[in-house]
């Protein structure tokens, strides 16, 4: 099968199956998806969405985070991984925001990852999710079904590789549904451990299948 054959199976099933799917976290600002993908770092978004309704209400913009401590932050997301590190992280984040930006979410990639807790894979989910660009975040979910359905060969060994790779055979216009129809394909059928390949309509193209590899 062409690598072109394979991405057109692979997106045309999970466009099927999952659509034009949208984080699974909760926000409605871009300042709200921010703090919510640096605390989802190696931390369920059902944890996530736990905490943030009071700590939203506490703090709704950069400027009222801004003007808090980490150790108010960590009383309200105690309960999520790496609590002290990631409370850090937001009120600095938040300071910066206000310093630099006019306490506005900046677009730019270079801008993004100059914030405290902001690697390139969550700026690629605020470039995508908020500005529509065609920004794709390589999460383990990405990264692990990327490689069983064969979408990127195994010299791709870190997410910028996968990132680039995939970019490389998914129309612009398709990048950033790319992101959370992968995402979603590893989190509840292609999982880590004991894949559901009996529920899986992949299996006919999954590299990882063919291979018994699960």
């Given at each position: ?71 108010v932050i960590y009383t309200y997301i105690s309960s999520v991984s790496y609590p002290n590190n990631k409370a850090a992280h937001l009120v600095v984040m938040a300071q910066m925001l206000c310093r630099e930006f006019g306490g506005e979410v900046p677009r730019e990639l ?105």
């Amino acid at each position: 099968m062409r690598i072109s054959e394979r991405y057109d199976r692979v997106f045309r099933y999970l466009k099927d199956t999952i659509g034009d799917a949208q984080p699974e976290l909760d926000y409605t600002t871009p300042f709200e998806l921010l703090v919510a993908v640096i605390l989802s770092a190696q931390c369920t978004d059902k944890r996530v969405n736990m905490v943030t309704p009071a700590l939203f209400a506490a703090f709704p913009n950069a400027p009222a985070m801004a003007a808090t401590t980490p150790d108010v932050i960590y009383t309200y997301i105690s309960s999520v991984s790496y609590p002290n590190n990631k409370a850090a992280h937001l009120v600095v984040m938040a300071q910066m925001l206000c310093r630099e930006f006019g306490g506005e979410v900046p677009r730019e990639l270079s801008d993004l990852v100059r914030l405290p807790g902001v690697g390139r894979k969550t700026a690629n989910v605020i470039r995508a999710v908020i500005f529509g660009e065609a920004a794709l975040a390589v999460d383990t979910h990405v990264f692990r079904v990327s490689h069983r359905l064969g979408l990127v060969p195994s010299s791709c060994t870190t997410p910028l590789s996968v990132e680039n790779r995939l970019k490389r055979h998914i129309p612009a216009h398709e990048v950033a549904a790319a992101h959370h129809q992968l995402l979603l394909h590893g989190r509840y059928v292609c999982t880590a451990r004991r894949p559901h390949c009996e529920t899986c309509g992949l299996t006919d193209v999954c590299a990882a299948y063919h291979k018994g590899i699960k």
